[in-house]
Structures are given as C-alpha cells and as structure tokens.
C-alpha cells in the first residue's frame, strides 16, 4: 500500500479518454478515501491533437509510443481502439504496470486468451473496463438476486441498441473493420450486456454452457470521410442476436444492434425467477424495476438512498446520478485496488469468460450450429 500519487498513463484521449479523465477529475471531491492520482502521460499518433488533449483533461506530459510510458506510470489505461489492446496491455503487465483495458478485451478469442495468462503471470491489479456493474441500481439488482429474492433463475434477457449507424452513408471507421475491431455490435455492445447477465446471474446460474448465434451486417460499405466516391467494406456485424444456455439449465436470449433506427443507448437487462422478475434500463439508469413476493406487477424501486450503492458520495435521496458516474464508481474501486495490491472485478478473466461468448456466438453463426463452451 502506498500513499504517493498514482502516476497515470492513458492509451487514447477521445471518448473514453475524456470519460476517464473527467472520472478522475471528480474522485477527489466526492470520495475522501479515493487515491490521489496524477494524470501524467496521455498518448497518440497526432502530436497537435495530444499537445491539445493533455491541456483539455489534464495530462502533465504526452507520447507517441507506448512503448515509452508503459513501465513509467503506476498503472495504465488501455482505451485504445481494439487491435491496440494486445500488444500494450501485455508490454505494460511484463513491466508490472497495473492495468485497466477497455472492452472487449481482444479483438479474437486468441488474442484475449493471450492477456490473461500475462495477467496471471504479472499478479498485478488488472480490470477490464465493463462500466456498468458499477450503476447503483445494478449493484441493488445483484444483491436482490443473490438473496435469492428471485428464487431460481430461469431466464436471462438483454438488449443494447443503437442507431449511429443507421444511415448507410455514415462514414467508415475502425469499428466497421474485422481486423481492428473483432466484431461489430457483438463485441462493441454484446460484450456489456454478456458481462452484465454473468454478474447478476453467474453465482446462481453459472457460466455459459452452449451457444447459438446469428449475426446480419445490413450495409457492405461505407464511404471514407473526406474522400469523394471513396468507399471500404464492412466486415463486421451491424446486428447480432443469441441463444444461451447456462449450467443451470436457466436460459439467457440476448440482442445488439447499431442500426436500430429510433435507439440512442438503449441497454435493457431482465432477470426472470421462480419467485420475481425485475428489469433495468440504461436510459433510466437511477431506477430499478422489480416484481417480487405478492406483488402483482412491476414496483418501480428509485435507487437514489444513501444506503445504495455508492450514492452517499453523491446527492440527497431523489437527485438522480449520471452516466458519467458510472466510471468515476470504476476508477475509484480500480485505484483503490492499485494503491492496495488488491483484487479488482472485473478482471481479465471475467473478461475472457465474456470474450469466450462472443467467440462462440461468431463460431456458431460461421458454422450454422449450436456451440458448446467446454
């Protein structure tokens, strides 16, 4: 356990960085025990973009490579596009640099398989950045399940839609690329809901025992920004839907799409047991609903009391929290671990459990056949 500073080095300082940095910069104000941290080296390949982007969230220094910051910082933020999560992560766990990667963990099943065993042979803290285990009214769901106020779980739903994509001349990135990115909805946003369900229902229900998988990409090219008539295939899914058994025999039916016309960040997760049901939705993330006992529908649970999860950091009871919060609750639990050599959740091998999912949901759409995960 130290008291110095943690001295930060971050891989990528757009979406998420700007998350992270902004989680970092609200610790110290609303968590009295959180570690000091400091944001010392942002990185990136555009010298001007970095020179700006440290200034913006605060990074003291900035580089080019990672290669020269990753046994430099007390840990390390891997929030780089997914083809950059393998190489850096591992450079920076054989130099015994903590590590917190964003999702999925690899772009193949491989490449993850690669991470975890570097994690367990570094025996360094190390989390895999699944942001929403750490919404309030999802740690209030987990514990009704695990006192069994669901009674036996039987099924498991989960949907993510988006709609970013719906127009087939929205430009071509990265995220289109089966090489950089793995897959496209299913990893992108099947990766949450898969790591949701197995937080909430994995005590209870164990792991995935088998799989089916469809997935369906709907535009085969898009045009690349900034170059007339200039197009590049899409070589990933747009949408994905899946079928999943676990070793309790409960059943899981999961779905993601990025061309759902209409859906902005719609995340919804249901939990269905022999004694209750209850449903959380990202876009009404400080509410919780929940059927149990002798009620005879759904009770719509605020989950906003200081004695919730994380909220006496926050507000008075009623005023609600944010998305943003989800990952000031992230960074807060994950340098805690840093600074106590302790253990973080989730780790990599949550996140490879997760990213044998995904495999298997690709392995089967591939294959026209139902997968067992053994």
């Not at 929290?321 to 989800?326: A, D, M």
Request: hydrophobic fraction near 40%.
């Amino acid at each position: 356990m130290t008291d110095e500073p943690i001295r930060i080095g971050v891989l990528g300082y757009r979406f998420m960085g700007k998350a992270h940095a902004n989680a970092l910069d609200r610790l110290p104000m609303f968590f009295d025990d959180a570690p000091e941290t400091e944001r010392h080296t942002v990185i990136g390949r555009d010298e001007a973009a970095l020179a700006e982007a440290a200034d913006t969230l605060g990074f003291s220094h900035t580089a080019t490579d990672w290669r020269d910051v990753v046994d430099e910082v007390d840990a390390f933020y891997n929030l780089g596009p997914n083809h950059l999560h393998v190489e850096p992560t591992i450079a920076a766990l054989e130099a015994g640099t903590p590590v917190l990667c964003e999702k999925p963990l690899a772009p193949t099943l491989e490449g993850a398989e690669r991470m975890r065993d570097a994690a367990r042979e570094a025996d360094v803290p190390v989390g895999c950045a699944f942001n929403y285990r750490f919404v309030p009214a999802i740690r209030y769901a987990k514990r009704l399940i695990d006192d069994g106020e669901l009674g036996e779980i039987r099924q498991v739903r989960g949907r993510y839609l988006q709609d970013w994509l719906s127009d087939p001349e929205a430009p071509w990135s990265w995220r289109n690329d089966e090489e950089m990115a793995g897959s496209g909805a299913l990893g992108d946003l099947g990766a949450h809901t898969v790591d949701l369900a197995r937080f909430l229902v994995g005590d209870r229900a164990g792991e995935a025992a088998s799989v089916s998988g469809h997935l369906r990409t709907f535009t085969e090219e898009r045009p690349v920004e900034g170059a007339d008539d200039d197009t590049r295939p899409v070589t990933v899914d747009d949408a994905y839907s899946a079928q999943v058994e676990y070793e309790s025999g409960a059943m899981g039916t999961f779905e993601a799409s990025r061309v759902t016309e209409g859906h902005k960040n719609d995340h919804t997760v249901a939990v269905h047991g022999s004694e209750g049901s209850l449903e959380f939705s990202l876009e009404r993330l400080n509410e919780l609903r929940v059927n149990t006992g002798d009620n005879r529908g759904y009770e719509t649970v605020l989950v906003t009391d200081a004695d919730d999860p994380y909220i006496e950091h926050w507000w008075p009871p009623g005023h609600v929290i944010g998305w943003e919060h989800t990952f000031v609750h992230e960074n807060y639990e994950f340098l805690s671990a840093v600074r106590d050599d302790a253990a973080f959740a989730p780790d990599f091998e949550d996140a490879f459990a997760v990213q044998r999912v995904l495999d298997a949901v690709q392995r089967s759409d591939a294959e026209g056949v139902r997968v067992a995960l053994d």
